[in-house]
């Protein structure tokens, strides 16, 4: 197992795959999560701003989280994130609901196989090896 230093509280501890944090950090930002999302729950006009002072955290983890679409605030908040693709303003994750359209249909079409649209070849290609 790789050691590595705790980003936060400058402790070792055994690495997983994307932890940046040690086990007792992560829990403490966990109960801070759930705190937050109380918060937001209980009031929904709140800012990023506000949320970060109440809770004395950084935007950027706030952020992080609605990213990650493990926070979502209400339609009716003023509260938003640009997309990644076109900067529409957004409530929850990285991408718009329609660059999600067209990434789908782009990979969709991406894997469509090159001898799908031809019924007629079915004998040439019984010879030839498959994968799954």
Same mark, same amino acid.
């Given at each position: ?5 705790? #980003?936060?509280?400058?402790? @070792?501890? &055994?690495? $997983?795959?994307?932890? &940046? @944090? ?6 403490? @930002?966990? &109960?801070?999560? #759930? ?19 109440? $809770? ?13 679409? #493990?926070?979502? !605030?209400?339609?009716?908040?003023? %509260? ?15 991408? =718009?609901?329609? =660059?999600?359209?067209?990434? %789908? ?21 019984? &010879?030839?090896?498959? !994968?799954?």
């Amino acid at each position: 197992m790789e050691l590595k230093t705790c #980003r936060n509280c400058k402790r @070792l501890y &055994n690495y $997983f795959v994307g932890q &940046n @944090l040690c086990p007792s950090c992560m829990t403490e @930002l966990d &109960n801070i999560f #759930r705190d937050v999302k109380e918060y937001i729950y209980d009031h929904p006009e709140a800012t990023m701003q506000q949320v970060a002072d109440e $809770f004395q955290i950084a935007i950027r983890v706030i952020q992080g989280w609605v990213r990650e679409e #493990r926070l979502e !605030f209400s339609s009716s908040s003023a %509260v938003g994130l640009p997309c990644e693709t076109c900067g529409t303003m957004i409530k929850s994750g990285r991408y =718009c609901p329609a =660059c999600k359209k067209n990434m %789908v249909e782009q990979l969709s079409s991406a894997y469509k196989p090159k001898g799908a649209d031809t019924a007629g070849n079915s004998k040439q290609n019984s &010879n030839k090896m498959r !994968f799954l």
